[in-house]
């Protein structure tokens, strides 16, 4: 029956997003136990402040981390945080995926939009916006308020941050619920958001089609790139050039060796010149 669990945990089990910093494994389980029976909860991503743990499992970060989060030792650089729930069965998180997009408030009082997904996140790049240039301080939160003039319904945000810090790297992916959706996020491409710029563009499945796509479009490539291939043909065919010499000291000679070899070949032929004679003086 163990294996059985074992072989089926990731299909039990549901991914909680943009969680407030104060969520415990208890108010997690609370939140999630009307879809089923909750094997176990785990908090992760938080801004850990740090504690001491034995000498044997000093620098030991993943430990650090779960300590942290135990025991609520949390810095106040993040404001919100993610959780793993397990069921007892493969219904539980059919119902537990319904509560996506609720929204739940932190003893802090701010309101936090939840992000509820299966284990392996749900990828449509047909669906999907790229946001960069972000401020390290953006939140999940922040983005679904810029978008909300656009009349479209967000299915998830996943702002990608800093392992140590915790903090936006400065790049977010917004998830929405059509491919229509997806042409009215574009026009805020170059506005301005927390005082910055930011980009929008499509997100591409293979970062290759984006080139070839600008290609197909007119756009071309930059004399950059123009030069950097021809660069790299000229160093192929000078490294087959290379190869296809003969190597020295296995049937080949080096340039000293060659111009030894010619100069006494030249006094060879001026000897034997001399012997015969050499202009009037020459033997019939």
Request: aromatic residues 4%; glycine residues 8%.
């Amino acid at each position: 029956m163990k294996e059985e669990k074992d072989g089926t945990e990731d299909e039990r089990t549901i991914f909680v997003g943009n969680l407030p910093i104060s969520t415990t494994r208890k108010s997690l389980k609370r939140l999630f136990q009307d879809c089923g029976n909750v094997e176990s909860c785990r908090i992760r991503s938080i801004g850990a402040s740090g504690v001491k743990l034995q000498k044997e499992r000093a620098g030991d970060r993943d430990l650090m981390l779960k300590v942290c989060a135990n025991t609520g030792r949390t810095t106040v650089k993040k404001n919100s945080c993610q959780g793993y729930v397990v069921f007892a069965t493969q219904e539980g998180p059919a119902q537990a995926l319904k509560k996506n997009n609720t929204r739940i408030s932190g003893d802090d009082g701010v309101n936090h939009t939840l992000r509820v997904d299966t284990v392996k996140p749900t990828v449509d790049h047909s669906r999907t916006l790229f946001l960069g240039n972000l401020p390290y301080s953006t939140t999940e939160d922040e983005i679904r308020k810029f978008f909300s003039n656009c009349n479209a319904t967000i299915e998830g945000v996943r702002v990608v941050r800093d392992r140590d810090t915790m903090q936006c790297r400065g790049v977010a992916y917004v998830l929405f619920r059509d491919q229509a959706s997806v042409a009215a996020g574009l026009r805020f491409n170059k506005k301005i958001f927390k005082k910055k710029e930011i980009r929008v563009s499509v997100c591409f499945k293979n970062p290759g089609k984006k080139k070839k796509r600008a290609m197909a479009a007119g756009k071309g490539l930059n004399s950059t790139s123009a030069l950097r291939r021809v660069g790299n043909k000229a160093k192929n065919t000078k490294k087959a050039n290379k190869a296809s010499r003969k190597p020295i000291g296995q049937g080949g000679i080096s340039k000293r060796k060659a111009t030894d070899t010619k100069v006494k070949n030249r006094v060879k032929k001026l000897e034997k010149r001399v012997k015969k004679g050499m202009g009037k003086n020459k033997k019939l």
